[in-house]
């Protein structure tokens, strides 16, 4: 692993302007559940608030934050991070009143990659994170989970989870399964108030690149503030559009010509309509692109790049039907934790030629909109597992900065 320093490259289709929050006396705690390589803390650190705790039990990813931390990087400078189960975790070292408890549980239960066991899946962490949040009391929480989670076949798992987050205490009796649990919640919480602790609950779906990350990733965020607070707020509408995309694209040209890509280099016209007006109430931003993201990286080779962090070609990617990578000129396919061989070729950049190469570490963690000076420890398809893991950095931050600024407005801020 390449310890060189080298200043970011920034890409030249810009996201919105979300900057590291530098005024410390607005921030606000927070501790991060299953952190995993730091997707959705980093953005929660960039949107104002100030880590206690930094919760992971895999050593790789540790290791990654840990490294970071080593080597000044300033959004993890002053994290405590904790390598292990946070069932196991003691909490009461956390004295600090928590603001916001933020991560995303384990997704193998819920995946469609998975077994999809829920409940009956020993990685199903949701249980311990309502425990945590019932000791902790944070004034908000945002959990993170794939939109597996919504399936049909989780309906009342889901239903369960949302409930069981509102009212963390009401905990299952002994030998109780979590269907009747359910019902018992479902009981409850109409009458919430005599629980004490009880959180206002709000789940959305969303798709990452519609909010300025070169990637289309669905994700489910469940978001909630305890009810003493009476706290305003909606889930941040949508900033990016695929309308807008298109438009740019092959009505005006702008794409291209910013990008300056000739007519001989440029991929065929989409088949399906291509709008000739923006729709009034749409995002007028475009999508970004994988082309957006890469700008400014220089192609990769075989050896490690002296200017980039972990900028280095993976050989051996194979194209074959139902596995052909993300085109160059839309956003990327979601990225998956892992290395060869994933469905879709989702780790694979596919060039308008038709010919195709694994993405680098650097360039997948610009997809995941991670810091370009922010180094991810271990081997290709190690870095690639946490990355395919991780939470896109820009859309916690832009979660989390909503949640900032609500607690903030209402005067939640000591």
């Not at 082309?291 to 194209?319: F, I, K």
């Not at 998956?336 to 963690?365: C, Q, W």
């Amino acid at each position: 692993m390449s310890k060189t320093a080298v200043a970011p490259v920034i890409p030249s289709a810009d996201p919105p302007d979300l900057p590291v929050v530098e005024d410390v006396s607005t921030r606000l705690t927070s501790v991060e559940l299953f952190a995993g390589a730091g997707g959705l803390a980093l953005g929660c650190q960039m949107a104002g608030f100030k880590s206690v705790a930094t919760v992971e039990r895999d050593r790789w990813a540790c290791d990654t934050v840990r490294e970071n931390k080593q080597r000044g990087h300033e959004l993890v400078a002053d994290w405590n991070v904790y390598e292990g189960d946070v069932r196991k975790f003691e909490w009461s070292v956390v004295t600090e009143d928590v603001a916001l408890v933020a991560g995303g549980p384990p997704c193998q239960p819920f995946s469609t990659g998975g077994l999809a066991k829920a409940a009956d899946d020993p990685r199903d962490m949701f249980p311990a994170t309502a425990e945590i949040i019932a000791g902790l009391r944070p004034k908000a929480f945002i959990i993170e989970n794939v939109r597996g989670l919504t399936r049909s076949a989780f309906a009342d798992y889901y239903e369960y989870i949302q409930l069981r987050l509102a009212l963390p205490t009401a905990i299952a009796k002994q030998g109780e399964e979590w269907i009747e649990h359910l019902h018992r919640l479902r009981a409850a919480i109409g009458n919430r108030q005599r629980y004490g602790l009880n959180y206002i609950v709000m789940p959305t779906l969303v798709n990452a690149a519609d909010y300025g990350v070169p990637q289309q990733r669905h994700r489910v965020f469940i978001v909630g503030f305890r009810g003493d607070l009476d706290v305003e707020w909606t889930f941040p509408a949508a900033t990016h559009s695929k309308h807008a995309l298109l438009h740019s694209q092959w009505i005006t040209g702008e794409y291209w010509e910013e990008h300056e890509v000739p007519k001989s280099k440029r991929p065929e016209r989409p088949k399906a309509q291509v709008p000739e007006y923006l729709i009034a109430d749409e995002p007028k931003q475009r999508w970004r692109t994988v082309r957006d993201a890469l700008v400014g990286l220089p192609e990769p080779t075989l050896r490690p790049s002296r200017t980039v962090l972990n900028h280095e070609l993976q050989p051996g990617a194979r194209s074959y039907p139902g596995h052909t990578g993300s085109p160059l000129d839309m956003p990327a396919k979601a990225l998956k934790a892992g290395g060869h061989g994933v469905p879709g070729g989702e780790n694979m950049l596919r060039n308008v030629d038709g010919s195709i190469r694994y993405f680098t570490v650097r360039e997948s963690a610009r997809l995941q909109t991670f810091p370009d000076d922010y180094e991810l420890h271990g081997s290709w398809g190690e870095a690639m597992r946490q990355l395919g893991n991780a939470v896109p950095v820009l859309l916690g931050q832009v979660v989390a900065e909503s949640v900032h600024k609500a607690l903030i407005k209402e005067g939640f801020n000591s």
